[in-house]
């Protein structure tokens, strides 16, 4: 089996709504109040809002500012390249 020679990043992921990432859907709501966010591999993410967020400070606190529902606050270590922007599907993406 063939190796992906580029490795997905990491994102970090809360909010709000209904997602589905890498085929598996999931409440956002839930695991902001639970655990705050999520990491996860970026393979695939649809959501209906989209923010993305650049500053790991200002994704702590953007839920503060931000209160648009659903929505979905994304935050990647590494930053996103192209490759990474295609893998996002949403209405509406937003960068903060």
């Known amino acids: 089996m063939a190796q992906n020679s580029t490795p997905l990043k990491i994102i970090l992921l ?14 956002l709501l839930t695991i902001t109040l639970a655990h705050g966010c999520i990491g996860l ?9 989209v923010y993305i967020v650049e500053n ?17 606050f994304v935050h990647a270590i590494d930053g996103l390249d192209e ?3 295609k893998r996002i599907k949403a209405q509406k993406i937003t960068f903060v």
């Not at 790991?56 to 979905?72: A, D, L, S, V, Y």
């Open 14 to 27: 809360k909010g709000n709504g209904g997602i589905t990432i890498n085929n598996e859907m999931m409440e």
């Open 41 to 49: 591999p970026l393979k695939a993410l649809y959501a209906e809002n």
């Open 56 to 72: 790991r400070e200002t994704f702590n606190e953007i839920h503060k500012q931000i209160r648009e529902k659903p929505c979905c």
């Open 83 to 85: 490759d990474d922007m």
